[in-house]
């Protein structure tokens, strides 16, 4: 049985009834014990995208040296290389620069090095190889860049100043004591007048020392540092040439 809506409020509320809520036309009112359960909204992953693979183009280091054909065939490269090494690390000056090896071939020259600032090169013995020849020639590279006074004596004097380590022979252009110039060995002698040439143990470093003051002399404004070089060294070996 169908009642009227009003009349059925109004004999609820007489008999204590509370109101019973109004529905909007349409709508359906949800059951009070039932609980609507929300499903979670699960988050789309996150597209990741690839890095770039980044491509560090590091420079090509130069090569250290260049050997001719004949350095190439030579039986004697191991050591001719082993003894260029060894005297270029008291270079620095010279990182990065690309130098030409070859073989000296002229009679009564020990080496010899380009004064060409591009064309860097030293040309060498090897049976007769020492460590000083190859400063002496590393120093003309010097000279070719400015970095050293030119001439042969200069040359002389600024590779003593490089390291006793490296004077295992008596400079060839500074004036030197004649019993200090007879250490060194004859050509053709045994083991091809490498190694300490006969020097004393405290030869080389006397060269050195007094190499170093010389030149700052020379920085002093003294233009006769290598006079002074070879005189004091004269004196410290007992002798006057």
């Given amino acids: 049985m169908l009642q009227d809506p009003d009349h ?5 509320a007489a008999l204590g009834w509370p109101p019973a809520p109004v529905l909007q036309a349409g709508a359906v009112a949800p059951p009070s014990d039932v609980r609507v359960a929300v499903a ?3 988050r789309r992953p996150r597209r990741t995208l690839p890095l770039e693979q980044l491509a560090l183009a590091l420079p090509e280091r130069p090569a250290r040296w260049r050997l001719s054909r004949l350095v190439l065939r030579s039986p004697h490269r191991p050591r001719i290389l082993e003894r260029l090494e060894f005297v270029r690390r008291f270079f620095p000056e010279m990182d990065g620069v690309t130098v030409r090896v070859g073989l000296a071939q002229k009679p009564g020259v020990l080496g010899w090095g380009s004064l060409d600032p591009l064309q860097p090169g030293l040309w060498v013995r090897p049976r007769r190889l020492h460590y000083f ?7 003309h590279l010097l000279q070719a860049r400015g970095l050293v006074p030119g001439g042969e004596r200069a040359c ?3 590779a003593l100043a490089r390291s006793p380590l490296l004077i295992d022979h008596v400079p060839g252009y500074l004036r030197m004591p004649r019993a200090l110039r007879a250490l060194n060995p004859r050509p053709g002698a045994p083991g091809g007048g490498a190694g300490r040439a006969g020097l004393d143990a405290g030869h080389p ?4 020392e007094a190499a170093r003051r010389a030149i700052a002399a020379r920085a ?3 233009r006769r540092y290598l006079v ?3 005189r004091e060294v004269a004196l410290a070996l007992g002798g006057n040439g």
């Avoid at 059925?8 to 609820?12: E, L, V």
């Avoid at 190859?134 to 120093?139: L, S």
């Avoid at 470093?205 to 050195?208: C, E, Q, R, T």
Wanted: aromatic residues 10%.
């Fill in 8 to 12: 059925a409020r109004a004999a609820g």
């Fill in 40 to 42: 979670p909204q699960r």
């Fill in 133 to 139: 020849t190859i400063a002496h020639e590393f120093t």
């Fill in 156 to 158: 002389d004097l600024w």
């Fill in 205 to 208: 470093l006397l060269l050195h």
């Fill in 220 to 222: 002093r404004g003294d």
């Fill in 228 to 230: 002074r070089f070879e």
